[in-house]
């Protein structure tokens, strides 16, 4: 069983449109993550809920939108997608602050 | 915010040889500190993790070292093999009403040579 996926692995697509990453956790945990990894590999927090409620939400354009329809899930939404938007997404879960965030397996974005 | 550097960038040892991985952190509030290890194409994984209220700790051939002090720590690997051939991260947080905002150092890319 796979503690965090998500879906899909790969998603190609043109400027302007809009897409969705789900993603889900069996893990029973309270709090799940997005981070976006660029080129440089560099990873960086985009929001975090925590039991359905968002909690962080850094400098991100408002073309994204989270949204948890229960705690086990947490998707992602982009509107008008530009080509910066390039790069690969990642959901996580922990259970508390203080313990692992396991990652899905992340989802690369290729805006052409 | 939190503002976490990680050094070096690329490092590149030989099999057997030990390999050092310093981070520093800016926010003296942070309590948790774990390490991730990124094989190409894979998702980050904990390799070790420290708290706050510890200075040193240990798992086989990995340590991690905090000195809150200095705001630094740093990952070591002893003995290393082949597969230890990844991108390491560092990170930082601290509670955030409920919230953990891990913030990531910026890697570094670890080779070993046989």
């Known amino acids: 069983d796979t503690a965090v996926s998500q879906t899909p692995k790969y998603l190609v697509t043109q400027m302007g449109n809009d897409k969705s990453i789900k993603c889900e956790q069996n893990l029973g945990h309270d709090t799940m993550y997005w981070y976006k990894q660029d080129s440089k590999k560099f990873l960086k927090i985009m929001f975090s809920y925590n039991n359905k409620e968002l909690i962080i939400n850094e400098t991100v354009p408002n073309r994204f939108s989270p949204k948890s329809p229960d705690k086990a899930h947490l998707n992602l939404h982009i509107n008008s997608l530009e080509l910066g938007d390039s790069a690969v997404y990642f959901c996580?879960?922990?259970?508390?602050?203080?313990?692992?965030?396991?990652f899905g397996q992340g989802t690369r974005l290729t805006v052409v | 915010g939190e503002n976490v550097e990680q050094h070096p960038s690329t490092l590149s040892v030989q099999e057997g040889d030990s390999a050092v991985i310093k981070c520093t952190y800016s926010d003296s509030a942070s309590n948790y500190f774990p390490w991730y290890k990124q094989e190409l194409g894979k998702r980050p994984q904990l390799i070790i993790d420290?708290?706050?209220?510890?200075g040193e700790k240990k798992d086989q051939r990995i340590a991690v070292t905090l000195n809150k002090t200095a705001k630094h720590f740093s990952l070591h690997i002893t003995e290393t093999q082949p597969e230890d051939s990844a991108v390491y991260f560092c990170a930082a947080t601290r509670v955030t009403g409920g919230g953990n905002k891990l913030t990531f150092g910026t890697g570094t890319q670890l080779k070993v040579e046989l």
């Open positions: 420290i708290r706050s209220n510890v």
């Open positions: 996580a879960s922990s259970q508390s602050v203080y313990t692992e965030a396991f």
